[in-house]
């Protein structure tokens, strides 16, 4: 089966600094890569995702970036700020024949003010 | 529009008793799952609904967990009995066929 590292496992940046998540993926047939942000005491939630059909997708001040080949994915936080300290999970899974989502480990993400 | 309703939010309960937890997926969706999520990692799926029938069970362990849903709307997630080991966070997700998967707050899940 699938399986998806992510590093790091926690990341604590300055107010207003660009955070960088990491994530690789085992299956070369994964084609849908998505981000979640889980806040303390709620479910993850969906921030962005890609498809394998785009190189780069940009969302306001979140962006991700998907290398098929080298099969890696990352998740890009510019200008952040307090509310962005969460747990950032990245999942890949082959869509639409596999609704099945693999997760990452998940990165712990705190900035400081 | 409400979001996916899972209760009780927190259970304790001692080793070998049984212990329910319930969903409620968003209004229309098609497709529920149950997750289980261990401290410091990430879900991982153990149950996949289509309307009322489960597609994908490969994942519960099915000597002690058991699933339904009833009429293809809510469902219910049981362990019977429980071990220490199962102690984690019981996440329910809903989606609209292969589209977005929405999560509930999640039941978090104490084995004494």
């Known amino acids: 089966g699938e399986n998806v590292e992510q590093h790091p496992s926690t990341l604590s940046v300055q107010e207003g600094d660009s955070a960088v998540i990491k994530c690789t993926y085992s299956?070369?047939?994964?084609?849908?890569f998505p981000w979640y942000k889980q806040e303390l005491g709620k479910g993850p939630q969906l921030i962005i995702d890609?498809?394998?059909?785009?190189g780069e997708k940009k969302d306001q001040r979140i962006a991700v970036t998907l290398n098929k080949t080298a099969k890696h994915f990352s998740l890009h936080i510019t200008e952040t700020q307090p509310e962005d300290s969460a747990v950032y999970f990245c999942?890949?899974?082959?869509?639409?024949?596999?609704?099945?989502?693999?997760f990452g480990a998940g990165t712990t993400v705190t900035v400081r003010a | 529009e409400a979001g996916v309703v899972q209760s009780p939010r927190y259970k304790i309960i001692e080793k070998k008793q049984p212990v329910a937890f319930w969903c409620n997926p968003i209004?229309?969706?098609?497709?529920l799952y149950w997750y289980r999520q261990n401290l410091g990692q990430g879900p991982e799926l153990l149950i996949r609904?289509?309307?009322?029938?489960?597609?994908?069970d490969s994942q519960l362990p099915k000597d002690r967990f058991s699933a339904e849903r009833l009429k293809g709307v809510d469902s219910t997630l049981k362990i019977q009995p429980a071990e220490l080991g199962d102690s984690a966070v019981y996440l329910c997700?809903?989606?609209?066929?292969?589209?977005?998967?929405?999560f509930g707050p999640g039941t978090r899940l104490t084995v004494l």
């Open positions: 890609i498809r394998s059909n785009v």
């Open positions: 209004s229309g969706h098609n497709t």
């Open positions: 609904y289509e309307n009322e029938e489960a597609v994908d």
């Open positions: 999942a890949a899974s082959i869509f639409p024949n596999d609704y099945k989502l693999s």
């Open positions: 997700a809903s989606s609209l066929s292969a589209n977005e998967q929405f």
């Open positions: 299956d070369s047939a994964s084609n849908y």
